[in-house]
Each structure stands twice: as structure tokens, then as C-alpha cells.
């Protein structure tokens, strides 16, 4: 059955009622001068879209030492243009860290794969750093922000958890109208700065649907756009491709490129790590709340080059081409997979080659021989190898 659209749309009524009841300050034309923030020093300008406020900011200033100087007792310890910087942060329940003493810097455009086992401490890490959780020990700070100045961290952060909660009474464009007023978007900026958000995730298209004919993909983005409304520097993604179809999966890695483009970092935490594998400059494996590898992607593939992965299916004799590899001492971890041989070389290309040579001179009926690349998974296992327990 078809929407039917009233004379006058219900946006004013629903939002109005909505703003009442929350207590919202009465909407102002012009928005009172703020202190330079540190991100606008580091986020870069192109492409990057000024927030509603950023209309009357007066000249930056210009600081004499790379230390941020700021009006709080609680001081960063060393900013050096990191949008986040976590030092030993911990947070325990019942006396079970679940998350240990976690430190790492994120910097504009940084997009950090999470990963780890189910409880290993992300979404409790996630959690803290949008400050919906006190953490126990340690400190963290965003654009030289300490987790303390609750108001200043979420003004630049926006925390999309694992679900999502919309309401399913509003059309698309009156449910980010709501949460723009929530965020005192001023009203000059507020359809701009929607219609923004609508183009970034792809749903300007579905602006006059209501959110409950929306499918779960078309919902994670409007989620998104909801966080993209007020310009945070860093957001924080818990699970945000769970239970989408590999179309919208893509869909979701192209409009998290775009944003990585415009300097925004990002930590997204992911099960699917072919997904991750295409975007994210940086990789972090928790394992029992401990962070057990923080690197960036490119470096730890690249150090595993010296361990070529091959795939060879021979027309028969499978067996004796496996007892053959299994003889050579470069050759390692011989599996069959299905109809193919896979296995590992230790060496660079003269190895791969002389290995050729020798199954070739050894007369094997080979039909495909190739190499397949590492990705975010072999890292992942060779990582926690041993730690990790399987259920």
C-alpha cells in the first residue's frame, strides 16, 4: 500500500513534538563564535566541508611547539596532529580485563581494521572512545581532546554500533532533520547539511521514503548519514557491514573510501575481512583485550612475501605430487583443497622458478599453477596462532 503524503507534510508537527519534548534551545539565525578546534589545523581543507558553526570562527592560532596548549587541566601528553591518541587504556568487569592497557594514534585518512575473536574487546574499546563507557585506567584524547571533555569528544566523533536503532515512523529526510536539531545544526545550514549527508551515503534518491520500507543495507547507510550531519573527525563503525549483501557491502566500502578521501579516520571493526582488506591502511588484532599487533596493512603483507602461497591442480596424481612437495625443504603446509594442491614456498622468485622447473621435469600433469596473494586473514591467523581457541 502507497504512502499517502498529507496536504502539509507532518515534518514540522513530529519534529516540533520531538524537540519539546528533549528540551531543545529555540533555534537562533546566527551561531555564536567557538575556540579554533585542533582538527582544523589537521584536517585537510580540500574537500572537507565547513561545519555550520565554522561561519564566524576567528583567525587560528598559531601555537610556537608541536605540544597543544589548551584551557583544560587535563593535558594531553604529546599531540602531534593525531585526530586520536590512545595511551594504556583498560576497562575491567568483575575483575576480567576486557580491555588491557590498549594504546595506538590514529592520523587524518588513517581507516583501522579491528579484528579479533568474539569478546576479544572491541566493541568495549569502540564504546569508551565514543564516551558511552568510563574506562578504568589509561586516557585517550581526539584532536587533542581528553574522553573527560564529554561534550568536545562528541562533537568530533560519531559511533555507529553493531544495531542500529531508526525510527520507523519517519520518512528518510525527517529522520536526519531530527537528529540534525539534536546536533543544533542552525536552520540556515540544516538542508544543506542534510541533502550533504544524502549524497555522501547514496540516498538522496530515497529522502521522501519512510525509514521502515528501507532495506537493512539502506538503513546502515542512513545510520551513517546520521553520523556524517555534524562533521565529526573520527568515527567509530562496530560491525557495520554485519548481515548486508555482498552489493551493499561494496556499496558501503565505496562511501567509507570517499570519506577516508576527505580526511576522516575511521576504526571499523569486521568479521568479514576480505572486506576490510580493500580500505583500511592500518590492521589491529585484539586477542583477550590485549592488543597484540597494530601495524599498517601494506608493511605486514609485505613481510610475509618471503612466503609465497601456490595453488597447482594436476589432471591425477595428487598423492605423489603431495609426497613430492612434501620432500623439497622449501615446500611447507601441503593441503589439499578441494581439487587443488595448496602449499607455501619459503624464497623470493628464483625459488618459485626452480620449484617449476622441478615439478615440470618430474612430469606431473599439471593443468594451473599459479600464485595467490596474502590478505587480511592470513595475517590474522599467522597472528593468532595458538592464542585464539577454537569453539
Known amino acids: 500500500m502507497s504512502r499517502q503524503q498529507p496536504e502539509q507534510a507532518p515534518l514540522t508537527q513530529k519534529i516540533e513534538a520531538s524537540a519539546d519534548a528533549m528540551s531543545f534551545e529555540d533555534e537562533q539565525p546566527s551561531v555564536s563564535p567557538r575556540r579554533p578546534r585542533p582538527e582544523d589545523d589537521i584536517v585537510p581543507p580540500k574537500g572537507r566541508r565547513l561545519r555550520p558553526e565554522d561561519d564566524n570562527v576567528q583567525p587560528k592560532r598559531q601555537y610556537e611547539s608541536k605540544a597543544l596548549v589548551l584551557d583544560v587541566a587535563d593535558k594531553p601528553p604529546c599531540w602531534d596532529g593525531q585526530i586520536l591518541d590512545v595511551r594504556n587504556l583498560t576497562k575491567a568487569y568483575n575483575k576480567q580485563l576486557a580491555v588491557n592497557e590498549m594504546t595506538f594514534q590514529l592520523y587524518p585518512g588513517d581507516i583501522l581494521g579491528f579484528l579479533g575473536p568474539n569478546g576479544a574487546g572491541k566493541t568495549t574499546t569502540i564504546r569508551m572512545l565514543a564516551t558511552v563507557l568510563a574506562p578504568d585506567g589509561g586516557s585517550a584524547y581526539v584532536g587533542g581532546h581528553s574522553l573527560k571533555e564529554v561534550e568536545e569528544i562528541r562533537a568530533r566523533v560519531g559511533y555507529m554500533p553493531d544495531f542500529l536503532g531508526v525510527y520507523d515512523d519517519l520518512l528518510v529526510k525527517e529522520y536526519l532533520e531530527f537528529f540534525a536539531r539534536a546536533y543544533k545544526i542552525s536552520a540556515t545550514h540544516r538542508d544543506f547539511v542534510i541533502r550533504e549527508a544524502l549524497e555522501i551515503t547514496r540516498l538522496t534518491s530515497l529522502a521522501d521514503n519512510p525509514v521502515d520500507g528501507l532495506s537493512r543495507g539502506q538503513k546502515q547507510r542512513l545510520g551513517l548519514a546520521r553520523l556524517l550531519m555534524h562533521d565529526p573527525v573520527l568515527l567509530l563503525l562496530d560491525e557495520p557491514a554485519a548481515g548486508l549483501d555482498p552489493r551493499a557491502r561494496v556499496d558501503l566500502r565505496d562511501i567509507l573510501r570517499s570519506l577516508q578521501q576527505r580526511g576522516k579516520a575511521m576504526i571499523v571493526s569486521s568479521h568479514i575481512l576480505s572486506d576490510l582488506s580493500d580500505f583500511c591502511n592500518k590492521v589491529g588484532i585484539v586477542v583477550n583485550?590485549?592488543?597484540?599487533?597494530?601495524?599498517?596493512?601494506?608493511?605486514?603483507?609485505?613481510?610475509?612475501?618471503?612466503?609465497?602461497?601456490?595453488?597447482?591442480?594436476?589432471?591425477?596424481?595428487?598423492?605423489?605430487?603431495?609426497?613430492?612437495?612434501?620432500?623439497?625443504?622449501?615446500?611447507?603446509?601441503?593441503?589439499?583443497?578441494?581439487?587443488?594442491?595448496?602449499?607455501?614456498?619459503?624464497?623470493?622468485?628464483?625459488?618459485?622458478?626452480?620449484?617449476?622447473?622441478?615439478?615440470?621435469?618430474?612430469?606431473?600433469?599439471?593443468?594451473?599453477?599459479?600464485?595467490?596473494?596474502?590478505?587480511?586473514?592470513?595475517?590474522?591467523?599467522?597472528?593468532?596462532?595458538?592464542?585464539?581457541?577454537?569453539?
Open 289 to 391: 583485550g590485549k592488543l597484540i599487533l597494530f601495524d599498517e596493512t601494506k608493511r605486514l603483507i609485505d613481510r610475509m612475501r618471503d612466503r609465497r602461497r601456490l595453488r597447482t591442480r594436476l589432471l591425477h596424481g595428487g598423492e605423489e605430487a603431495m609426497a613430492f612437495l612434501n620432500n623439497r625443504p622449501e615446500v611447507h603446509n601441503v593441503q589439499f583443497q578441494g581439487e587443488d594442491l595448496l602449499f607455501e614456498v619459503v624464497g623470493f622468485d628464483h625459488e618459485v622458478a626452480e620449484l617449476h622447473r622441478a615439478l615440470f621435469e618430474a612430469k606431473f600433469p599439471i593443468i594451473t599453477l599459479s600464485e595467490e596473494p596474502w590478505d587480511l586473514q592470513d595475517i590474522y591467523l599467522q597472528a593468532t596462532e595458538g592464542i585464539v581457541t577454537r569453539d
